[in-house]
């Protein structure tokens, strides 16, 4: 995955108000006027009324890395104040929070993160986001985990949580890093979990941590926390640890006020008297034991006080130790100093966190967290990583690839990666089922073959692609061989340049003639190929050259509620192209259905303006509703939750459904040898 100091492409989302679906503009409104952004004081992102004149303008900002240069993309000026990516920031931390529903719906606690970040930013320093968690898993192996260990769970809410701080870092320019604090040592006593225990969950989830790069994340034990000064990349045995932990408790202990009263608090506290009753819910199914209820009830809320009191204190430690950090929360809360965030994508409700359920995964790639013996069998597999419990997984026919054995690696946000478990079973590549991988690409774009053989041999790749379906020749033949030519020629296409390209999907500008069949008349549309299939023949040096995908299903989930996919297919927009593809196409379908499933599937181009380009430039306008949607649209593909940044491996084949996903790349260094060949088929 990309390193975690590359400059991606993203943009500075935008507030939309209801006047984007204003029926003036010939698209029916379903918005009351309570949701209208224009009566929120977070007025750096309301967008204006009726300012169709003006075109949201697209900049791409080079940022230096250790590899040479990437860069982002930010939409209506080339630069930002610091107050105005700061606002960026806050945008971006409340649509990451659990009771997120429309941009402007923006709680104290996000206005206060805006004040927090500028202040980081003002100082030259690094935005630091905190958060507590990831303690240990529940204690209740039997049926609510699938071990002692972190797992799928994990590993999806640590690359969320490294894309949170990547799209911090992509509006602000800032460095953004996410501490967490494992409470771990807190609580574990009350509930039966081993101090060594603590300590292994911490290591692994340490280990995993490096193993995803996930580079914005470090980590803090409770120990760092009450010694600011022993806070570094600190290394403590593991002797070391157990031996101190009940000198860390009582550390902890000591931030409590010794007038704190627990039950007066959860009498008169709202949030506190919410965690309560949360608690003791926990406790119900966290206690596995055999004894009368009443006894278990009482038991239960005797130790969920003993969890406020030592959270209280953890609380406190916390905003001791980090004064200046945004603070994170796993649970709801009205506190104008927390922003209660998601851990993971999760699909299902009620909200579960990584370490009181195992991750259920369908087909599609999406998660459920689900208490372990409530998965059914009949239709879930369990998965196993290293021989280690790993997750359920939706059976599927389209996983069982003969006598191959590959593993099968869901990437974040979307996507999935096929390998042989063992690497030295290099399969070829005409050995492969082709049709099970255009079945799992509709499912899950895109799919990666990683570590086959052959895959680099032209007559290997193109045969397998008249076994994926109906070949689509180029004016050069079947292949397009994308490399950098250095070409100066403006007028010449910039997909064999080293330059970034904007947001979208193949065949927009191969054109084909139909006629309407009620009115006769003949028009000229896109003639999209079904799927686009990839071969990396060599690879940019590293920070550059990444492939990104973005995917309508996920752009769908992550829409304000105000908008809707059945909103948006009734928007049709225009696009004006310059230069290798000169053509104007007007009223297009923003949505259109996917040609087997039905789903919606996002057809969009991103502005590019001529300023930003030696090649051909691009204008988007809205054609019957507010150019507001030209950024909402914008925002949402290049939405870490939403695009996949792909790091090509040589030898890496990728299959790409063309309907459901869009897909650009960033930029990599001139006359680099990358090169990637391309098939599309049908």
Known sequence: MPSATVRQFEVLQPLLDASDFDGSNGVSSEISSNDNASDVPFDAFTTSKGHSQGK???????????AGSTSRVQLNVPSKSITERAKAAALVLNRYRIEYQNDWDVPPSILRSETLIADSMRKGEAIELVLPGFPFKSSNRSKKVLGPFPDEAERISLLHLNGLCEAIKGVTGYNTRLVIISDGISYND???????????????????SVDLECNNIQFCRIQELLDPLSRSPGHIERAEYLANVPTYRNGLAKHLPADYDVVGQIANDPDVAQTYRGYKKFLETERDIDQPRSRADKENASIAKSMLRRGKAFSLAIQSAFPHSVRLSIHPSSDLNKISILLLPQENKPIMTPWHGAAVRRVDGTISLMHAHTVPSISYDLVRINGRPWCFRER???FNWDEKSVSFEYLYPT????RPKDPRNTYALCTVDMQKVRFLAEQCSPVVLRGFKDTMDERAFTAKAYDLGHVLSWSSGVIQKVRDEANDDPRSNSVVSNQAMPMHFDG????KTVKDPQTGKERQVSDVPRFQYFVSQSVAAPGGGFTLFASSERFARYLPQAYSMAKLSKIRWTCKSHGFFDHTMDGLDLIVPHPTKGSPCVRWHQPWPMSETNYGWAE???????????NLVDSLLFD?????????????????????MLHTRTPFESKSSREIWRIHVD
């Not at 996507?415 to 096929?418: D, N, P, S």
């Not at 988007?620 to 030209?630: F, K, R």
């Open 508 to 511: 927009m500008f191969k054109l």
């Open 190 to 208: 009350l509930l039966g979990v081993s101090d060594d225990e603590v300590w292994q969950y911490g290591q692994e989830l340490r280990q995993m």
């Open 620 to 630: 988007i306008s809205i054609d019957n509703g507010s150019q507001s949607l030209v």
């Open 415 to 418: 996507g999935i990666m096929v």
């Open 396 to 398: 599927s026919d389209l």
């Open 640 to 660: 870490r939750r939403v695009c996949l940044f792909f790091a090509w491996q040589k030898g890496d084949i990728l299959v790409s459904d063309n309907f459901a």
């Open 56 to 66: 949201p303008r697209v900049s791409v900002v080079a940022s230096p890395n250790e």
